[in-house]
Structure formats: structure tokens, C-alpha cells
């Protein structure tokens, strides 16, 4: 699916259409359809906020018919035009746009005329000669070589990676130690890259490596999600570099050999102890080298830094905190698990995938790009819940809102001998939930059979046992024993009971009363 939403964020920011596809992986050409649809439906970024990416696609896109029968331009042509200085592709193709138009011919747009060249250049070892706009990229790389830590138990070296940051522009550049390669480290030095430099450029030049690029291409790279929203965050676009020969980030490439002198070298025959310790004397070790004049030119990288920071962008109010995502399936119970935890959804989602980002503190459920729930990130035991309830059914919201007070005040509504009924259940339960079941069920029975009949079972029932159970009370119910009517007691207290044999003084050899 085509990320309209943030073609349109891109662009807003001044980013090149050549830019945005190679960071969305798409075409040229579906950037620059987009962005004129988008015009001519009066869309512009910031979105409102009820417009989401299906919505988007609906207002944007009709059934579109492809267009074939392009006229192909003299590439060799091109390639000797190219070698003359000042001559561009961006005006090579309007000469060539301008000679169609007059032919009658369909041209190539900027895009396919482009990937053209580029195929016929690549053929002939051909290179292009890159002009580095100020505040426009960031190039970034781990250092080949690496520094060490010395273990303060065993004595043995421990490997720490440098990762080199530098603005082409100015050549100002910033390195930081990592313990290891992996994503945080990753998404942590770039943040504290940005820190360093008290900016943001538009476009940001990685290499093919796991952690910021997924799957390496020349033409559709698949980004780290994690990598792509920390980009996001700070209104930058990763534009991955070339596979195997890394042309677009020459600069960093040359940055990694000369600090690799400067700082892993010239801090070899130190020992360190800890990673602030080493990345504090790395720090001075940087200081130096931006201080360090040119050969060729007036000036510093440092000075000619201060001259390009006016034209970052400027950082957001907070740093990009690190995430990770993953996909899940909601479960019958409306929750999805992640990290042994639960969390809900609503119950409309019910076997449905759907991202899951994880934060420090929070956890975001989305489909289809839309957030559908957050939780407060839950740690301690495994299998706890995060439920809220207008996510449930209103059948189980309600069964959610139950306590013993409401099936007590419940009962009392029916008679005294059930209200005693139901707290003898609840009192002879460990725990309050347990007892929700049997109450529920108890309670039904006055719509079946009546509450006077009910309270008349439960009186029953607790002549027996001072805790009957829901059977024995349905049982009277059913047998019908409630209706039977109670025979008067005898004034002497003694009871008078059916088949019984009263046996006077007279059997026992006492007197007759009157005697």
C-alpha cells in the first residue's frame, strides 16, 4: 500500500520527490501522481485528524489507466552531454520533454527518464558529482576499527563500537562508543547525534546494515520500522545508501578512516574502565579534530558549522524514545499477548492482526496505521491484564461492574432470608469473584419461578445448613417443597409430629394426672 500520508509529510518538509520515493519505497512517478492529485483535491499536510489512510486513498484515487508507448531518449547522447560541465538530468529531460512535445511523441516522465540514465550510466562506470546543500544530510556509520574497555576482574579487552556521524556540508562530525551494534544502540546514538549537533537535517544517509534497513535495494530499501518512525519523530527521511559501494555517504566513509587515526588510535595505549570514561576522552579527542584546520581552505570544521547550523531544523520539544514493534493476533477475550502481558482492544478486532508498539512505558495497538488502544506498559508477574472497559461487550461490561455489594443489595430486594443466602455464599469463598457465578445464578431463579418462592426456598435451605448451595435451593424449587404449610407448634413447646407415638406417665409407672 502506497504511504500517501507520508508522501504528503515529506513534501511539506521540501524534501525532492527523488528523496521521498527512495525513502518509501515507490516510484518517482507514483510521488509525483500523489502530490498532483493531492493538489487538485485541495489536500495539504497537516491532515485532519478523522482523515485516515483509507480515507486518504478514497480522496485521492479513482481507477487510473497506465500509460504505455514511451519514447525512449538516446542514452548515449546523454551520457556525453552529462560530461559537460554545468549540463543536468533535470534540464536534459525538459530539452528532451521539449522535443517530444514538438514530435507528437509521449515522453518519459522526470522519474522513468532518470532510471534510464542511471541504468545506462551504472553500465559505463558512470558517476555523478553531488553538491552538498548546508542543514540538508546526515551521513552515518559504525568505525571498521574499534576501541577497547579492559574488564577490571579478568584484565581482557572488551570490543566497544564507535559510531560516526558527519554533516557533508560542513564536515562537521560526532562519535559515540556502544558496547554492541544492535538497534538501541543505533537508535540511541542518533538521537544523541542530534543532541550534539542542536539540529536536524532533511535527509539522513545510513548504511545497508540490519539494524537501520531491513531488506538492502537499490531501488525499493525496506527501513527498520523502529529506525523509520525515530526519523519521523525528528522530520528527517532515511535515503539508505547504494549496496556494496557506498558513493552517496563518501564523506562519512572518509570521516570513519581519519577519526579511526584521531580517536581509536591516538587512545590505544590508554586504559579504560568504564564506557562514560572512554566516551569522555573520545569527546576531547572530537573537539580536536573539529578544531582542526583545513589543508586546502580558511577555517575549521567548527567554523564552518557555525555557519550551516542556522539551517538545520530545529530539534522537537523531546527526544525520540526508543520502541519496538510487533504483530499480534487478538484473542476471543478481546486481548492480545505481548511480553506474557495482556492487553485489550475493542471486541470488533476479535482475530484480527495488529501492530503493537512498545515503549518503556506504554504499549500502542494499531490497524491498518490506526491506533486503535494504549496501556500503560505492565511489568512484575507474567499473565496479568490491561483491560478497559469500553473495549468489552455491554453483556460483559456489566458483568465487570458486579461486586458483592450489588448481588447483596440485589437480594435484599427479595427477602432477608435470600439476602442471608447470598452473603453465606460469598462468606464461604476464598476469593469475592468466585462466588459471581453461583449468585448470578440464585438470583435468576426468581424470574422463574418467583421471588416470594425464592425467599421461601432460601428460609427452607437454611434450616438445613447455615450455607446452602445453589443446588439444594433449586432442588427445593423444583420438588415444590417451598408451598408446604407449616404445622403450628404445641403451647408445651413439645412440637407435634406426624406417625409419632406419644407415650404417657401411665407406660413409664407414673400416675395419671388427678390421682
Same mark, same amino acid.
Given at each position: 500500500?502506497?504511504?500517501?500520508?507520508?508522501?504528503?509529510?515529506?513534501?511539506?518538509?521540501?524534501?525532492?520527490?527523488?528523496?521521498?520515493?527512495?525513502?518509501?519505497?515507490?516510484?518517482?512517478?507514483?510521488?509525483?501522481?500523489?502530490?498532483?492529485?493531492?493538489?487538485?483535491?485541495?489536500?495539504?499536510?497537516?491532515?485532519?485528524?478523522?482523515?485516515?489512510?483509507? @480515507?486518504?486513498?478514497?480522496?485521492?484515487?479513482?481507477?487510473?489507466?497506465?500509460?504505455?508507448?514511451?519514447?525512449?531518449? /538516446?542514452?548515449?547522447?546523454?551520457?556525453?552531454?552529462?560530461?559537460?560541465?554545468? @549540463?543536468?538530468?533535470?534540464?536534459?529531460?525538459?530539452?528532451?520533454?521539449?522535443?517530444?512535445?514538438?514530435?507528437?511523441?509521449?515522453?518519459?516522465?522526470?522519474?522513468?527518464?532518470?532510471?534510464?540514465?542511471?541504468?545506462?550510466?551504472?553500465?559505463?562506470?558512470?558517476?555523478?558529482?553531488?553538491?552538498?546543500?548546508? !542543514?540538508?544530510?546526515?551521513?552515518?556509520?559504525?568505525?571498521?576499527?574499534?576501541?577497547?574497555?579492559?574488564?577490571?576482574?579478568?584484565?581482557?579487552?572488551?570490543?566497544?563500537?564507535?559510531?560516526?556521524?558527519?554533516?557533508?556540508?560542513?564536515?562537521?562530525?560526532?562519535?559515540?562508543?556502544?558496547?554492541?551494534?544492535?538497534?538501541?544502540?543505533?537508535?540511541?546514538?542518533?538521537?544523541?547525534?542530534?543532541?550534539?549537533?542542536?539540529?536536524?537535517?532533511?535527509?539522513?544517509?545510513?548504511?545497508?546494515?540490519?539494524?537501520?534497513?531491513?531488506?538492502?535495494?537499490?531501488?525499493?530499501? +525496506?527501513?527498520?520500522?523502529?529506525?523509520?518512525?525515530?526519523?519521523?519523530?525528528?522530520?528527517?527521511?532515511?535515503?539508505?545508501?547504494?549496496?556494496?559501494?557506498?558513493?552517496?555517504?563518501?564523506?562519512?566513509?572518509?570521516?570513519?578512516?581519519?577519526?579511526?587515526?584521531?580517536?581509536?588510535?591516538?587512545?590505544?595505549?590508554?586504559?579504560?574502565?568504564?564506557?562514560?570514561?572512554?566516551?569522555?576522552?573520545?569527546?576531547?579527542?572530537?573537539? /580536536?579534530?573539529?578544531?582542526?584546520?583545513?589543508?586546502?581552505?580558511?577555517?575549521?570544521?567548527?567554523?564552518?558549522?557555525?555557519?550551516?547550523?542556522?539551517?538545520?531544523?530545529?530539534?522537537?520539544?523531546?527526544?525520540?524514545?526508543?520502541?519496538?514493534?510487533?504483530?499480534?493476533?487478538?484473542?476471543?477475550?478481546?486481548?492480545?499477548?505481548?511480553?506474557?502481558?495482556?492487553?485489550?482492544?475493542?471486541?470488533?478486532?476479535?482475530?484480527?492482526? +495488529?501492530?503493537?508498539?512498545?515503549?518503556?512505558?506504554?504499549?500502542?495497538?494499531?490497524?491498518? !496505521?490506526?491506533?486503535?488502544?494504549?496501556?500503560?506498559?505492565?511489568?512484575?508477574?507474567?499473565?496479568?491484564?490491561?483491560?478497559?472497559?469500553?473495549?468489552?461487550?455491554?453483556?460483559?461490561?456489566?458483568?465487570?461492574?458486579?461486586?458483592?455489594?450489588?448481588?447483596?443489595?440485589?437480594?435484599?430486594?427479595?427477602?432477608?432470608?435470600?439476602?442471608?443466602?447470598?452473603?453465606?455464599?460469598?462468606?464461604?469463598?476464598?476469593?469475592?469473584?468466585?462466588?459471581?457465578?453461583?449468585?448470578?445464578?440464585?438470583?435468576?431463579?426468581?424470574?422463574?419461578?418467583?421471588?416470594?418462592?425464592?425467599?421461601?426456598?432460601?428460609?427452607?435451605?437454611?434450616?438445613?445448613?447455615?450455607?446452602?448451595?445453589?443446588?439444594?435451593?433449586?432442588?427445593?424449587?423444583?420438588?415444590?417443597?417451598?408451598?408446604?404449610?407449616?404445622?403450628?407448634?404445641?403451647? /408445651?413447646?413439645?412440637?407435634?409430629?406426624?406417625?409419632?407415638?406419644?407415650?404417657?406417665?401411665?407406660?413409664?409407672?407414673?400416675?395419671?394426672?388427678?390421682?
Amino acid at each position: 500500500m502506497t504511504k500517501y500520508r507520508e508522501i504528503l509529510r515529506l513534501h511539506s518538509q521540501g524534501i525532492s520527490s527523488r528523496n521521498i520515493a527512495a525513502s518509501l519505497e515507490c516510484s518517482r512517478n507514483t510521488i509525483r501522481a500523489v502530490l498532483a492529485r493531492a493538489a487538485e483535491e485541495g489536500v495539504i499536510w497537516p491532515l485532519p485528524d478523522e482523515m485516515t489512510d483509507r @480515507v486518504l486513498e478514497q480522496t485521492l484515487f479513482g481507477k487510473q489507466s497506465k500509460i504505455r508507448n514511451y519514447k525512449i531518449p /538516446d542514452l548515449e547522447y546523454l551520457h556525453q552531454e552529462m560530461a559537460k560541465n554545468g @549540463v543536468t538530468l533535470t534540464l536534459l529531460w525538459k530539452e528532451y520533454f521539449e522535443q517530444c512535445r514538438l514530435e507528437g511523441a509521449r515522453p518519459l516522465m522526470y522519474s522513468g527518464f532518470c532510471y534510464q540514465y542511471q541504468q545506462f550510466a551504472a553500465r559505463h562506470k558512470a558517476t555523478l558529482h553531488i553538491e552538498h546543500k548546508p !542543514g540538508e544530510r546526515l551521513e552515518v556509520d559504525w568505525a571498521g576499527d574499534t576501541a577497547s574497555l579492559t574488564d577490571n576482574i579478568s584484565g581482557k579487552p572488551i570490543p566497544v563500537y564507535v559510531f560516526v556521524a558527519i554533516l557533508p556540508c560542513s564536515g562537521y562530525a560526532y562519535a559515540e562508543g556502544f558496547l554492541s551494534q544492535a538497534l538501541e544502540s543505533w537508535i540511541t546514538a542518533h538521537v544523541n547525534a542530534y543532541q550534539f549537533f542542536g539540529g536536524v537535517t532533511r535527509l539522513l544517509i545510513p548504511d545497508n546494515l540490519k539494524t537501520g534497513v531491513e531488506k538492502a535495494d537499490w531501488y525499493s530499501p +525496506v527501513i527498520n520500522k523502529t529506525y523509520h518512525e525515530m526519523a519521523e519523530h525528528y522530520g528527517s527521511a532515511v535515503i539508505p545508501t547504494g549496496v556494496r559501494k557506498p558513493r552517496e555517504k563518501a564523506n562519512v566513509e572518509r570521516a570513519v578512516g581519519i577519526l579511526s587515526t584521531w580517536i581509536i588510535a591516538a587512545l590505544r595505549n590508554r586504559q579504560f574502565f568504564s564506557l562514560g570514561e572512554l566516551n569522555e576522552a573520545m569527546r576531547h579527542k572530537l573537539a /580536536d579534530f573539529n578544531r582542526k584546520p583545513f589543508q586546502k581552505k580558511p577555517g575549521n570544521r567548527e567554523s564552518a558549522f557555525a555557519e550551516e547550523l542556522p539551517f538545520l531544523m530545529p530539534l522537537p520539544p523531546k527526544p525520540f524514545e526508543l520502541s519496538t514493534w510487533k504483530m499480534a493476533t487478538v484473542q476471543f477475550n478481546y486481548h492480545i499477548a505481548c511480553d506474557k502481558m495482556n492487553y485489550s482492544v475493542p471486541y470488533e478486532y476479535i482475530k484480527h492482526k +495488529v501492530d503493537v508498539r512498545l515503549t518503556r512505558h506504554m504499549v500502542e495497538i494499531f490497524y491498518q !496505521g490506526t491506533r486503535i488502544a494504549s496501556h500503560k506498559r505492565l511489568y512484575g508477574n507474567p499473565g496479568q491484564y490491561s483491560t478497559v472497559p469500553e473495549h468489552m461487550p455491554e453483556k460483559h461490561r456489566q458483568y465487570v461492574q458486579w461486586n458483592a455489594e450489588r448481588f447483596i443489595r440485589w437480594a435484599s430486594d427479595i427477602g432477608p432470608h435470600t439476602e442471608q443466602a447470598v452473603k453465606a455464599i460469598f462468606a464461604s469463598r476464598k476469593v469475592e469473584q468466585q462466588g459471581y457465578k453461583t449468585c448470578i445464578a440464585l438470583l435468576k431463579l426468581a424470574d422463574s419461578y418467583s421471588t416470594g418462592r425464592l425467599e421461601a426456598a432460601c428460609e427452607k435451605a437454611l434450616l438445613y445448613s447455615s450455607c446452602p448451595g445453589f443446588r439444594s435451593i433449586h432442588t427445593i424449587l423444583k420438588t415444590g417443597s417451598d408451598k408446604r404449610v407449616k404445622e403450628p407448634a404445641q403451647k /408445651d413447646g413439645t412440637g407435634d409430629q406426624q406417625f409419632a407415638f406419644t407415650r404417657g406417665n401411665a407406660y413409664y409407672g407414673g400416675k395419671h394426672d388427678g390421682e
